[in-house]
């Protein structure tokens, strides 16, 4: 199986900044069997939703509400993606959790971070 850790959340001012990393580990197997993985996010009360997956071809997508304010990238040597927040709004409150699709298919998910944009 393949363990996710994110970290990088906290408290931030609207219009700051923050970068979240996912470091995935694991059996070489299971890593290189990684096909996409992605950030979702939480608001209370709110479902789960997409914020941003990028592919082992590094093949990006992202929701509408963060295009032009985030950027998902991935260290490959580094088993770890990042995602980069700017211009950040109170309504980008949530918990950020990590995913990683692996070929079976199996889904993994880390544990979640708080992102909490203050107005």
Do not use: H
Not at 40 to 62: F, H, N, W
Not at 68 to 73: A, E, H, V
Request: aromatic fraction near 6%; include cysteine.
């Amino acid at each position: 199986q393949v363990q996710l850790v994110e970290s990088g959340g906290g408290l931030v001012q609207a219009g700051g900044s923050l970068r979240l990393s996912c470091a995935a580990s694991g059996s070489i197997l299971n890593i290189n069997s990684i096909t996409r993985m992605g950030w979702y996010r939480q608001a209370p009360g709110k479902q789960r939703e997409l914020v941003a997956t990028i592919t082992r071809g590094d093949s990006t997508d992202y929701a509408d509400s963060v295009k032009g304010r985030f950027t998902i990238s991935r260290d490959s040597g580094k088993n770890t993606v990042y995602l980069q927040m700017d211009s950040l709004k109170p309504e980008d409150t949530a918990v950020y959790f990590c995913n990683a699709l692996m070929l079976g298919p199996r889904l993994t998910w880390g544990q979640g971070t708080q992102v909490t944009v203050s107005s």
